[in-house]
């Protein structure tokens, strides 16, 4: 899928492509955690984004420019303890990451809201959470049209779902 006007586009990752997405993933990771969010632990487990990656699930942002600075996984089900689930009719955000480099650009609205698109055709609802003492990034979710549904214990921590509701915004605009 190409993103018009940008040229940002979605490529399933192949098992080649392993360690690009853990890097990303780790990146990602260690810039939030220096800025004291504990949204990921590391290190990455490799099994699973092995697993994940066969399964078809993850995804690698590109630029016309040929460099890849996100990744998302996007499944139908939910690996979470608490948000444990396969729903056919919901898709599960989640891993979406993006190098410290490619933040603040506007990329991971593109990213969401093209999501958001896919689901829209598909008349799937989205889920995903986030580590419930992130503030920008629950800003950011609320601000693209996920709701807030529930905080959830985690291990030690809370989290805080969010859905979307599919075709939300034909409805509003109707």
């Known amino acids: 899928m190409i993103l018009p006007d940008e040229g940002l586009c979605f490529l399933p990752a192949l098992a080649t492509d392993q360690d690009m997405t853990i890097d990303i993933l780790t990146c990602a990771a260690q810039d ?8 990921w632990c590391e290190p990455w487990n490799r099994e ?7 399964r ?6 590109r630029l016309s420019s040929g460099l890849t600075g996100a990744v998302f996984f996007l499944s139908i089900e939910s690996k979470n303890r608490p948000l444990y689930t396969r729903k056919e009719d919901c898709f599960y955000l989640y891993h979406l990451a993006l190098l410290p480099e490619f933040q603040r650009l506007g990329i991971g609205k593109r990213i969401v809201e093209s999501i958001q698109q896919m689901a829209d055709k598909a008349a799937r609802n989205i889920y995903l959470d986030c580590w419930q003492g992130n503030r920008k990034l629950k800003m950011f979710y609320a601000s693209a049209g996920f709701e807030p549904l529930a905080v959830m214990d985690e291990a030690d921590y809370q989290i805080q779902v969010f859905r979307y ?10």
């Open 32 to 39: 939030l955690h220096a800025r004291g969010i504990r949204q």
């Open 48 to 54: 699973e984004i092995r697993q994940a990656i066969e």
């Open 56 to 61: 078809k699930i993850v995804f690698l942002c």
């Open 165 to 174: 509701l599919a075709n939300q915004r034909q409805k509003e605009q109707e």
